[in-house]
Structures are given as C-alpha cells and as structure tokens.
C-alpha cells in the first residue's frame, strides 16, 4: 500500500493486485470444496461444464465486479448507492454482505480442519500404514469433538480478524507472493505422487473421460456455483477488491489472469485427489466434505519424507484459506467502516464475533451433535445446507443481479469507460459485452428454471 487514492488504499503493483485478487479465489474452493462436489456430480462432465462457466460467466462478472468496484471506490453497498442513487439496487450489495458472514461461518470451519490436521500431522498422528479405512476413523473422530471443532473455528477467525485488522492491502500482498508458488509447488509433487500409485488410471479417466448421462439440472447448477464460489463472486468480494485497483491498471488483463490460475489449481487438485482416490477404493460420490482430508494422510504415507510435506501441505493451505477468509469479512468491514462510521477495530470484532456465533451449528454438525449432521427434509448437515444455500444459490443470484446492474442499468458504455481508463486497452470489449448483457442472466436464468422444474435442488 503505496499510494493512496480518495483516503483508500492502493495495491503497490499490478503484480500485488492479481495476487492479492488470486489469494481471495485460490482457497479451500479449489482444493477442498472443488474435488468433492466434482466426484459427487460425476466427475469429467462436470469439469467440462465448470470450465465453460468460468470462461462464460465467471470472467465477465469478475470484470463487471472490478469495475463497479474502482469507478466508485466502495464497498459493495456503497458502489450500488453511488452507482445507481435511490434505486433498490443497494439492496445487491447487502445481500453481499450478508451471503459474506454466512460463507465465513462455514469455511472457517473447513479451515479450521486443516490447522488441526497441520497440528496432528507434526504431532505424528498419521502412520505410515494408514489405509482409507483408518484414516476415515481419524477424521470422525477429529470432526465429532466439539471442543476442537468450536475451538479450531475460533482459532481461525481469530488469525483472520488480526490481519483484517491491519488492513487488507498491507499483508496480503506480500503474502500471497510466496505462498501461491509454494502452494502450487507441493501440489504438484503431490499430483506426481497421486498419478504414478497402482489403479491411477481408473480415476483418471473418471476425472478426464466425460460421461454425459450424469448430468442433471442440479449438477450445471453446482458446477456453475462452484465457479463463482471459486473465483470470489456474486457477493462483492471483488467489488471491495477493486476498489483498492489504480485507474492505470488492466481490469480485463487482470481479471484474466486471477481466472487462469484459479482454474488451474483447482484443476490440478482434482488430479492430486481422483487417482490416488480409486487406488484407495474409496468411491468418488461417497465421501462428501470429509474427502481431502480422508484422502491426503494416505498420499503423505506413500511419499518419502511425506510428515514433512504433509505438515507443508496443511500449512500451506491454511494460509491459502486465510487469504481467502481475509477477503469474506473485510467486505463486511469494509461495508460498517464506510457506511456506518465504525472503527475498523470494532467491525472487525463485531464481524468475526458474528461469525463464530453463525459457524458453531456447522461445527457441530460433523457428529457432534446427531440433529444437525442430517437436517430434517432435506438429510443434509448443517454445513452441507449451508453450503449449497450461501455459496451456490446466494452467489449465483448476486452474480445474476451484477450482471443486469451493469448491463442495464449503470450501462455497458459507462462500465468500458472505466475500464478503458488512462489509455487501457480492453481487448475482448465486444465478446464481454455479448456475454454480459445476453449470456450471464439468460444462461443464470435457464439454468434456474430448470432446477426448479427437476426439483433438483441439493
Ligand atoms: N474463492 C474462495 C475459495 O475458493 O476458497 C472462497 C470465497 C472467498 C468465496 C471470497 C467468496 C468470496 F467472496
């Protein structure tokens, strides 16, 4: 944070900013979330689908998201207040907000997984004889113990209220430069490790040989979903992000870039998981939220020097995830700051707090409490239902409404004068102005009719 623009910070580099924007999408999305709903929706097909919508609607709206974001320097209640006065449209970035606190609840729970498992891998709690069956025994046991669960969750949301604390251009900048290339060192070797075990190839061709019949209304749904979830949309993650960009930066350029590499980790994690998953026996659609966690300790066993890559590994996406969790409460903190006039301390405290308060359900929703591992009428855990609600349904209607906002109402021109700003060139102007206005609602729209009508919700 070098410069300073109406009072806001600044990302020091174009380099800083795409990492900075990268640190938010690569998370828990990409190597937790992404491998399990792939193997529960069927595997290459819906590879194939993530990547369209990436590509159609995610790059669009990460673009549109930008924009609104530098134009009005804001947060996201502020950017629609500024953007389109008097209007209902505030209310998008509310449910930004809110969608944000209930995202934070549930990761930090998933993240608080992976600081327990970094501590029980440097403890030594994984033998080198540890089969699926054993290694599924240790995760229950670990998820089912209230204390770690609720203890673990706080313990996260603590680390992440520091930094928010000291302001988000600050640290993660600096962070995220050493911490992507390490993270995506480790999953390699790991990918290497995963593809050459005996029966690789049986969840190869589960992960790359696309078998169309399995695809239902609810999985284009889930794939496009969990586009958004992975890349930060639909809720103003990346409108508080832009609005730390310099006028002289690229949107598009960037933008692109944050896509790119958030696709391919997410990629390359399914590479890691789906062979060493069948070499295992365990079954693709069988492990749920669990699958990562069951599946890495039995990698680590196979590998020399695996405690030591092990405890790398769960080191390494914890930060990943708090580079991510920075980014889902400081748009809370951001929003309180700007438009009530709090304290960046108080916000923070009050926020975090909140989200602890939301994430106890979901952390005793493992096993530790029986009512909420399967939530009647629709037997899904708390976290589960959580999940599906905030971070496929919520963001896939925010994204929607984005993209209308800047299509329709704040309008194509005014958005590519922004972005054409200072000279910038905005290569695929016509193609993203296509997708925005005809493509990203009417595609958001079909897909939604058509889950309502299937009934396929979950
Ligand atoms: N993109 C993050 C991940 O893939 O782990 C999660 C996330 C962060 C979702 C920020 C939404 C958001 F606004």
Redesign the pocket.
């Given at each position: 944070m070098q410069e300073k623009t109406q009072g806001r910070g600044v990302w020091s580099t174009k380099a800083g900013f795409i990492l900075a924007a990268a640190g938010?999408?690569?998370?828990?999305?990409?190597?937790?979330?992404?491998p399990y709903v792939t193997g529960q929706n069927g595997g290459a097909a819906f590879v194939l689908i993530y990547i369209l919508c990436v590509i159609c609607i995610g790059l669009p709206v990460m673009i549109a998201e930008l924009s609104i974001g530098r134009r009005s320097q804001l947060n996201p209640v502020g950017a629609f207040r500024k953007l389109a006065p008097g209007s209902p449209w505030v209310a998008v970035g509310m449910i930004?907000v809110a969608?944000?606190i209930g995202?934070?609840s549930y990761?930090s729970v998933v993240a608080g997984w992976t600081v327990g498992y970094f501590f029980k891998t440097v403890a030594g709690d994984f033998s080198r004889f540890i089969t699926s069956d054993t290694s599924g025994q240790i995760f229950n046991s670990f998820v089912r113990n209230p204390t770690a669960a609720i203890g673990f969750l706080f313990l996260f949301l603590v680390l992440t209220a520091a930094v928010v604390m000291g302001g988000v251009a600050k640290g993660i900048e600096r962070w995220s430069r050493i911490l992507m290339p390490a993270l995506f060192i480790l999953l390699i070797l790991l990918t290497i490790r995963s593809v050459t075990l005996p029966n690789a190839g049986e969840g190869l061709s589960f992960y790359l040989k696309p078998d169309f019949s399995k695809i239902t209304a609810g999985t284009i749904g889930k794939a496009l979903g969990q586009a958004?979830?992975?890349?930060?949309?639909?809720?103003?993650?990346?409108i508080t992000y832009g609005s730390y960009i310099a006028r002289k930066e690229n949107i598009p350029v960037a933008a692109g870039y944050v896509c790119l590499f958030?696709t391919l980790i997410?990629i390359i994690a399914g590479l890691m998981t789906f062979p060493a998953l069948f070499a295992m026996g365990l079954r693709p659609d069988a492990s749920g939220p669990g699958l990562v966690f069951v599946l890495l300790p039995t990698i680590f066993a196979k590998m020399p020097g695996g405690f030591i890559f092990g405890a790398g590994f769960f080191l390494l996406l914890t930060l990943?995830?708090l580079t991510?969790?920075i980014?889902?409460l400081e748009?809370a903190v951001s929003y309180m700051v700007d438009e009530w006039k709090w304290k960046r301390l108080r916000a923070v405290v009050l926020m975090s707090g909140l989200a602890f308060i939301i994430g106890i359900p979901s952390a005793l929703s493992q096993g530790a409490s029986q009512w909420l591992s399967s939530l009647p009428l629709v037997h899904l855990s708390f976290l589960d239902l959580a999940n599906v609600l905030l971070?496929n349904y919520s963001?896939t209607v925010g994204a929607f409404l984005i993209a209308i906002f800047v299509a329709y109402k704040w309008g194509i021109k005014s958005t590519r004068q922004e972005i054409e700003a200072e000279g910038n060139v905005f290569h695929f102007g016509r193609i993203w102005s296509f997708l925005i206005r005809f493509i990203c609602p009417v595609a958001i729209l079909i897909i939604f009719i058509y889950i309502i009508i299937t009934g396929d919700f979950f």
């Open positions: 938010s999408a690569i998370g828990l999305g990409n190597i937790w979330r992404f930004g969608t944000g995202i934070l990761y958004l979830f992975s890349l930060s949309l639909g809720m103003g993650a990346m958030d997410a990943a995830a991510s969790t980014s889902l748009v971070g963001l």
